[in-house]
């Protein structure tokens, strides 16, 4: 282990659901596998190697990004929010609500990515039509729900506001 | 302490809010990436990047001089494990059966192909070290389509199956018969189907971590598999050799399966023997989506000539089919059941049709393994003989609509034998469901915009398309399915297990689980009716076989039809102890009192009752029980079905075809579906929704492709079209009902149906809007181009 150990790291600050850490990383390491592996923060997921599928989506500084497209070193000094950090004192987000009012997910695997990535998309857009809810989860697959239960989902969450 | 004496509401028929989500949708789901075992290692595999090759030399060395590498191993190390067991071999009928080894040794056969393994302390070392061992090969030829595969002077794959041939199966009548009824027939039609390879692609990748015990010599192996006991069984009996009890297999959340997570992997006693050699420490295997892609199973795959005969008013006379199916390199766990028992004894559809033969020639490839992927042979079977209904309209002028409704079985003609080796049909009203899926989408109004538009040549073409399936699930009587019939290697009955414990909550135990179809919510429903125990008083126990009993798994929409009745049966046993324990408390004879929402009276005296929960603490502490009662309400159930269900519907789909540029939009999608009774209506509309999706994406989008050297030329997300929620219309639901005879809920299963009717529905509708210029047929995925080119042609 001592070579690898002694391979260069940088130090980060970074904030995540409200709490500050500094770490030592590699300068290869994804961001998503600093959030899974050295937070321990599993809600973040790891479907594909290609950047499409979208499950590793989390909130950087407010805005909606795929963690496995961002090396943990380019993350610092940001505040990034997981899905672990969406409901507040226990109670859920209006689009977790939603999720679950709606049966917007079977498997719920692709469910945290879908949840942070429409969010981020409603603080852009409050009163999206079906089209452009359907249009903002580009970067989302979901393979369980044929889409259409997540839209509804969405619907609820603007909706409720 | 003991529980709520009033009946709770009736939760049967109930769409209620899943139990499973609250911690989904929190990030707090445990999924086999998630676990964290202390000192656990990490291996890379190092994969053939030939389809085709001899290995001359693997040298691990490189990777074992790299920091943070434990060990590295080749096949050789693990000659101790047997090849991977097949499950399924085709009835009645030799089998050149060759399944593969952990590691392949000497030969390659499919890019991808793992042929050594590193093991480090990270999942970054391991793939660096993975990248440093160095395989010399020496490159055979290779073949990837089913038909050149068997023709002479083709690459040969195993020498124990000559021209690649793995088995070959018939089932209807004598060729010869169906030939001179083809010959007697009015009118005949040929048509030549490519049913594609896919990708069942559940989000969550496939994975095993294993941990072996070196004081007790035990292992426990979490698997992100739907058949966590059959797993256990397989790999003790047939890999390892050794007891079943020695190994414990849990399956953690699992991020979707769609069949891809039923079969036995090489990684799963791989990681095992690892552990072991290294003293017991925790070994994880989590593949990346790009080695799913290669080496997890694909799906379909079937090359298929079909001649149909007809009388001239549309009625189906014969029909005979002749399938080539790919299985790719090696035999997969249950490979051979798909293109024979659920797909060729499925073919007649709803219909009567008095002279069939199907002949299906299972083929090698030097292509990665193919395997039950959702509706497996059943979809392939609706799309051969919908797409056949159209054509018999189109080659005898009678309306789609009527040739279904002309052939269809009637409702009276049940249980219904369409003598091609299947059990009878249980139940059906096709004609019903086809009648409200006509009505609702305004089937006749849309034909005469059809030809408005067709008489203005406008560039949008409108077409309609009709599905009409039947499908089997809740698979199987094992006398039926075992191996003096269509050659499945075990029973496939049920279990379950519910104890009423001393405070009235309530564990049910189930040999079926969930990838998302909500199992927790629905047995919930099921068992609180049945016995007046509050809904959150029971908790359903599922995917590890310590403490479960053993199950056959998910798969094959069986779980509530044949799981569920398991789980119903053991309710039946509950009662009656509470009954006779009841009586007793009540100082009445069994044969006096009644059972009712939870409560147990004595006949006509119903406020003197007591409740399940009262029983359940006398069974418990026991202090006064009848001569010879045993302690406790624990009962048991293994449930052997008498015959599969059948569900079946109308699917009705309308896309608008550009006739300039090929282009497809799907403007409506109306779904009959009859699944008999429904115990959670949320639950079975989202299973369909997710299946018609994945059946629409079959005929649009979805393919999967490899070059002549046997690349995957769709090998990541980024290449293989799974569908955005842009690309999938709305879905409009309605449904008939007509419950099953088979199980005593009624219930006929819905989890595949979306699936095996959307294909053909929107597939015709592609064919339907191009017809009357020519067009007859167009392979699947009907992409733009390949509509365009057949107008273009047809021209």
């Given at each position: 282990?001592?070579?690898?150990?002694?391979?260069?790291v940088?130090p980060?600050?970074?904030t995540v659901?409200?709490?500050?850490?500094?770490?030592e990383?590699?300068?290869?390491?994804l961001?998503?596998?600093?959030?899974r592996?050295?937070?321990?923060?599993?809600?973040?997921?790891?479907?594909?190697?290609?950047?499409?599928?979208?499950?590793?989506?989390?909130?950087?500084?407010?805005?909606?990004?795929?963690?496995?497209?961002?090396?943990t070193?380019?993350?610092?000094?940001?505040?990034?929010?997981?899905?672990?950090?969406?409901?507040?004192?226990?109670?859920?987000?209006a689009?977790?609500?939603?999720?679950?009012?709606?049966?917007?997910?079977?498997?719920?695997?692709c469910?945290?990515?879908?949840?942070?990535?429409?969010?981020?998309?409603?603080?852009?857009?409050?009163?999206?039509?079906?089209?452009?809810?359907?249009?903002?989860l580009?970067?989302?697959?979901?393979?369980?729900?044929?889409?259409?239960?997540?839209?509804?989902?969405i619907?609820?969450?603007?909706?409720?506001? | 302490?003991?529980?709520?004496?009033?009946?709770?509401?009736?939760?049967?028929?109930?769409?209620?809010?899943?139990?499973?989500?609250?911690?989904?949708?929190?990030?707090?789901?445990?999924?086999?990436?998630?676990?964290?075992?202390?000192?656990?290692?990490?291996?890379?595999?190092?994969r053939?990047?030939?389809?085709?090759?001899?290995?001359?030399?693997?040298?691990?060395?490189?990777?074992?001089?790299?920091?943070?590498?434990?060990?590295?191993?080749?096949?050789?190390?693990?000659?101790?494990?047997?090849?991977?067991?097949?499950?399924?071999?085709?009835?009645?009928?030799?089998?050149?059966?060759?399944?593969?080894?952990?590691?392949?040794?000497?030969?390659?056969?499919?890019?991808?192909?793992?042929?050594?393994?590193?093991?480090?302390?990270n999942?970054?070392?391991?793939?660096?070290?993975?990248?440093?061992?160095?395989?010399?090969?020496?490159?055979?030829?290779?073949?990837?389509?089913?038909?050149?595969?068997?023709?002479?002077?083709?690459?040969?794959?195993?020498?124990?199956?000559?021209?690649?041939?793995?088995?070959?199966?018939?089932?209807?009548?004598?060729?010869?018969v169906?030939?001179r009824?083809?010959?007697?027939?009015?009118?005949?039609?040929s048509?030549?189907?490519?049913?594609?390879?896919?990708?069942?692609?559940?989000?969550?990748?496939?994975?095993s971590?294993?941990?072996?015990d070196p004081?007790?010599?035990?292992?426990?192996?979490?698997?992100?598999?739907?058949?966590?006991?059959?797993?256990?069984?397989?790999?003790?009996?047939?890999v390892?050799?050794?007891?079943?009890?020695?190994?414990?297999?849990?399956?953690?959340?699992?991020?979707?399966?769609?069949?891809?997570?039923?079969?036995?992997?090489?990684?799963?006693?791989?990681?095992?023997?690892?552990?072991?050699?290294?003293?017991?420490?925790?070994?994880?295997?989590f593949?990346?989506?790009?080695?799913?892609?290669?080496?997890?199973?694909?799906?379909?795959?079937?090359?298929?000539?079909?001649?149909?005969?007809?009388?001239?008013?549309?009625?189906?006379?014969?029909?005979?089919?002749?399938?080539?199916?790919?299985?790719g390199?090696?035999f997969?766990t249950?490979?051979?059941?798909?293109?024979?028992?659920?797909?060729?004894?499925?073919?007649?559809?709803?219909?009567?049709?008095?002279?069939?033969?199907?002949?299906?020639t299972?083929?090698?490839?030097?292509?990665a393994?193919?395997?039950?992927?959702?509706?497996?042979?059943?979809?392939?079977?609706?799309?051969a003989?919908?797409?056949?209904?159209?054509?018999?309209?189109?080659?005898t002028?009678?309306?789609?609509?009527?040739?279904?409704r002309?052939?269809f079985?009637?409702?009276?003609?049940?249980?219904?034998?369409t003598?091609?080796?299947?059990?009878?049909?249980?139940?059906?009203?096709?004609?019903?469901?086809?009648?409200?899926?006509?009505?609702?989408?305004?089937?006749?109004?849309?034909?005469?915009?059809?030809?408005?538009?067709?008489?203005?040549?406008?560039?949008?073409?409108?077409?309609?398309?009709?599905?009409?399936?039947v499908?089997?699930?809740?698979?199987?009587?094992?006398?039926?399915?075992?191996?003096?019939?269509?050659?499945?290697?075990?029973?496939?009955?049920?279990?379950?297990?519910?104890?009423?414990?001393?405070?009235?909550?309530?564990?049910v135990?189930?040999g079926?689980?969930?990838?998302?179809?909500?199992?927790?919510?629905?047995?919930?429903?099921?068992?609180?009716d049945?016995?007046?125990?509050?809904?959150?008083?029971?908790?359903?126990?599922?995917?590890?076989t310590?403490?479960?009993?053993?199950?056959?798994?998910?798969?094959?929409?069986?779980?509530?039809?044949?799981?569920?009745?398991?789980?119903f049966?053991?309710?039946?046993?509950?009662?009656?102890?509470?009954?006779?324990l009841?009586?007793?408390?009540?100082?009445?004879?069994a044969?006096?009192?009644?059972?009712?929402?939870?409560?147990?009276y004595?006949?006509?005296?119903?406020?003197?009752?007591?409740t399940?929960?009262?029983?359940?603490?006398?069974?418990?502490?026991?202090?006064?029980?009848?001569?010879?009662?045993?302690?406790?309400?624990?009962?048991?159930?293994?449930?052997?079905?008498?015959?599969?269900?059948?569900?079946f519907g109308?699917?009705?789909c309308?896309?608008?075809?550009?006739?300039?540029?090929?282009?497809v939009?799907?403007?409506?999608?109306?779904?009959?579906?009859?699944?008999?009774?429904?115990?959670?209506p949320?639950?079975?509309?989202?299973?369909?929704?997710?299946?018609?999706?994945?059946g629409?994406?079959?005929?649009?989008?979805?393919?999967?492709?490899?070059n002549?050297?046997?690349?995957?030329?769709?090998?990541?997300l980024a290449?293989y079209?799974?569908?955005?929620?842009?690309?999938?219309?709305w879905?409009?639901?309605?449904?008939?009902?007509?419950?099953s005879?088979?199980?005593p809920?009624?219930?006929?299963?819905?989890?595949?149906?979306?699936?095996?009717?959307?294909?053909?529905?929107?597939?015709?509708?592609?064919?339907?809007?191009?017809?009357?210029?020519?067009?007859?047929?167009?392979?699947?995925?009907?992409?733009?181009?390949?509509?365009w080119?057949?107008?273009?042609?047809?021209?």
């Amino acid at each position: 282990m001592s070579t690898a150990v002694a391979q260069s790291v940088v130090p980060v600050d970074i904030t995540v659901n409200g709490v500050e850490h500094h770490a030592e990383v590699e300068p290869r390491q994804l961001l998503v596998h600093f959030i899974r592996e050295t937070l321990g923060l599993t809600g973040t997921h790891v479907g594909c190697d290609t950047s499409s599928c979208g499950a590793c989506t989390i909130h950087i500084d407010g805005k909606s990004v795929k963690s496995c497209t961002v090396f943990t070193a380019q993350a610092d000094g940001t505040t990034i929010t997981t899905i672990e950090g969406v409901a507040k004192d226990g109670e859920l987000s209006a689009m977790q609500e939603g999720f679950w009012e709606e049966h917007g997910l079977q498997c719920g695997f692709c469910t945290p990515g879908m949840i942070m990535a429409a969010s981020a998309f409603l603080e852009t857009n409050p009163n999206p039509t079906e089209e452009e809810i359907r249009h903002s989860l580009e970067g989302n697959l979901c393979r369980c729900t044929g889409y259409q239960n997540i839209v509804k989902a969405i619907q609820y969450a603007a909706k409720k506001g | 302490m003991v529980a709520s004496v009033d009946a709770p509401e009736k939760m049967v028929g109930k769409a209620i809010k899943r139990r499973e989500d609250p911690r989904l949708i929190s990030g707090a789901g445990q999924f086999i990436d998630d676990l964290r075992l202390p000192g656990m290692l990490h291996i890379g595999l190092v994969r053939s990047p030939f389809a085709h090759a001899k290995i001359k030399r693997i040298d691990i060395a490189p990777a074992l001089a790299m920091p943070g590498v434990v060990a590295a191993y080749t096949g050789s190390d693990f000659m101790e494990l047997n090849p991977l067991p097949a499950a399924w071999q085709a009835g009645g009928v030799t089998n050149h059966t060759v399944t593969p080894r952990v590691l392949a040794v000497e030969e390659v056969h499919l890019a991808g192909d793992p042929v050594a393994v590193v093991v480090a302390e990270n999942q970054y070392l391991a793939r660096d070290a993975a990248e440093a061992v160095i395989v010399e090969y020496e490159e055979l030829p290779v073949v990837v389509d089913a038909v050149k595969a068997t023709q002479p002077g083709a690459p040969q794959l195993h020498e124990e199956a000559p021209n690649n041939i793995v088995f070959e199966w018939a089932c209807g009548k004598d060729a010869d018969v169906v030939d001179r009824a083809l010959a007697d027939s009015d009118v005949t039609t040929s048509l030549h189907i490519i049913n594609q390879r896919l990708i069942p692609t559940p989000i969550e990748p496939r994975g095993s971590i294993a941990r072996y015990d070196p004081g007790t010599g035990d292992y426990t192996l979490w698997i992100t598999s739907q058949a966590p006991h059959v797993m256990r069984l397989l790999i003790a009996a047939f890999v390892m050799g050794i007891p079943e009890q020695k190994i414990r297999t849990i399956s953690p959340d699992i991020g979707g399966g769609f069949g891809a997570k039923i079969f036995c992997y090489y990684d799963m006693p791989l990681t095992m023997a690892i552990s072991k050699k290294l003293g017991g420490r925790p070994i994880k295997f989590f593949e990346d989506r790009i080695e799913n892609y290669v080496s997890t199973t694909h799906g379909r795959d079937h090359i298929t000539d079909i001649e149909v005969g007809a009388s001239s008013d549309g009625l189906i006379t014969a029909l005979k089919v002749k399938t080539w199916a790919n299985i790719g390199a090696y035999f997969s766990t249950i490979a051979a059941g798909i293109p024979t028992t659920l797909y060729g004894r499925m073919i007649a559809g709803c219909y009567k049709i008095p002279s069939i033969r199907v002949d299906v020639t299972a083929v090698y490839t030097n292509t990665a393994m193919v395997d039950a992927y959702r509706g497996a042979g059943r979809p392939e079977a609706a799309y051969a003989i919908e797409r056949v209904c159209d054509a018999v309209a189109a080659a005898t002028g009678v309306d789609p609509a009527e040739v279904r409704r002309k052939n269809f079985i009637q409702p009276d003609e049940f249980p219904y034998d369409t003598g091609i080796g299947m059990l009878p049909y249980d139940s059906g009203n096709y004609e019903g469901a086809l009648d409200k899926a006509l009505a609702l989408s305004g089937y006749h109004d849309l034909r005469a915009e059809q030809q408005r538009r067709i008489d203005a040549g406008e560039q949008k073409l409108l077409g309609i398309g009709l599905s009409s399936y039947v499908e089997v699930c809740g698979v199987a009587p094992s006398k039926w399915i075992g191996l003096s019939g269509e050659g499945w290697g075990a029973g496939l009955w049920e279990s379950a297990n519910i104890r009423v414990q001393l405070t009235g909550k309530t564990v049910v135990t189930t040999g079926s689980l969930p990838h998302g179809q909500g199992h927790e919510t629905t047995f919930a429903q099921l068992v609180s009716d049945k016995l007046g125990i509050p809904y959150d008083d029971i908790q359903i126990q599922h995917s590890d076989t310590l403490g479960t009993p053993f199950g056959f798994g998910s798969y094959g929409s069986r779980s509530l039809t044949v799981g569920g009745t398991a789980i119903f049966k053991t309710t039946d046993k509950v009662i009656d102890k509470v009954k006779r324990l009841g009586a007793h408390m009540l100082e009445a004879s069994a044969q006096d009192v009644e059972f009712e929402n939870g409560k147990v009276y004595v006949k006509g005296s119903p406020d003197a009752a007591k409740t399940i929960q009262e029983v359940a603490l006398a069974a418990h502490v026991a202090y006064d029980l009848p001569e010879g009662m045993e302690p406790f309400l624990d009962e048991t159930t293994y449930y052997d079905p008498p015959n599969c269900t059948f569900p079946f519907g109308t699917h009705v789909c309308v896309v608008e075809v550009d006739k300039e540029s090929g282009e497809v939009e799907v403007v409506k999608y109306l779904a009959v579906d009859d699944v008999g009774n429904v115990i959670n209506p949320l639950i079975v509309g989202g299973q369909l929704h997710g299946g018609i999706a994945q059946g629409l994406s079959q005929a649009l989008y979805e393919g999967a492709y490899y070059n002549d050297d046997g690349q995957l030329l769709t090998g990541s997300l980024a290449d293989y079209a799974i569908p955005k929620a842009s690309q999938v219309p709305w879905y409009d639901l309605d449904s008939t009902v007509t419950p099953s005879p088979v199980n005593p809920m009624g219930a006929k299963g819905a989890g595949e149906a979306g699936t095996i009717a959307s294909t053909p529905a929107v597939g015709n509708a592609v064919v339907d809007a191009v017809r009357h210029l020519g067009v007859s047929n167009i392979q699947m995925p009907m992409t733009p181009e390949r509509i365009w080119a057949a107008i273009k042609q047809a021209s």
